[in-house]
């Protein structure tokens, strides 16, 4: 029964799949001078990494919460899934390098 | 009780509760599994509600936290985030000090 509606599901959320490109917009009308890279193989489930000055000061939850305003009703429904990392240009520099050491 | 009411409710009960898909031990979601990993790792106990289960508290969480995914993690009442910021939090240690070293801990024995 389970397997059966999540499979309709599915196949639900494929027919109203969305291209990372129109998150990738509306994230950035939404977050001024933010820099956006939406990344789906299956148009269900997305990674995002936004960077943006606005994060400054704010708890995942918050940038999260901005990043989830941006999408409206879209998120959990044509948007099944989305990972996010959100991070100030100061924070994602310090990321980089950390990784590259 | 209205949805917001059960909602207030099961937070009050529940100083560490998750709203998952499926169970821990039947995640039926790979976010709502890397949640329950995390949190299994810390070893401190919690709660679940599995929202499959209950599609009223599912569309009410949405409304009540102004957050549209699952799994929701909350403690103390006061939501934490979804999987992404639980296994971020898991990596840096916080999780294992907000759950296991601060007073949440005490709280609840």
């Known amino acids: 029964m389970f397997c059966y509606t999540l499979r309709r599901f599915e196949q639900k959320a494929a027919l109203l799949n969305m291209d990372p490109a129109e998150i990738k917009t509306l994230i950035e009308n939404g977050l001024v001078g933010a820099q956006v890279s939406v990344f789906s193989e299956d148009n269900t489930h997305y990674a995002a990494l936004i960077i943006c000055a606005d994060f400054a000061g704010k708890r995942p939850i918050a940038r999260h919460q901005m990043i989830y305003q941006c999408l409206g009703q879209r998120m959990g429904n044509e948007i099944h899934a989305m990972s996010i990392r959100a991070h100030t240009a100061e924070e994602w520099q310090e990321l980089q390098s950390a990784a590259d050491g | ?109």
């Open chain 2, 1 to 109: 009780m209205n949805v917001n009411e059960k909602i207030k409710d099961q937070l009050e009960k529940n100083p560490v509760l998750l709203y998952m898909k499926g169970t821990p031990d039947f995640p039926q979601c790979g976010f709502s599994g890397q949640t329950v990993a995390a949190l299994k790792s810390v070893g401190r106990p919690f709660a679940y509600v599995n929202i499959f289960e209950d599609p009223e508290i599912r569309e009410g969480l949405k409304v009540y936290s102004n957050w549209p995914t699952f799994p929701q993690l909350y403690v103390n009442g006061e939501l934490i985030g979804g999987a992404d910021i639980v296994v971020e939090m898991f990596h840096s240690g916080e999780l294992k000090s907000l759950l296991v070293d601060d007073e949440v801990a005490a709280e609840s024995d």
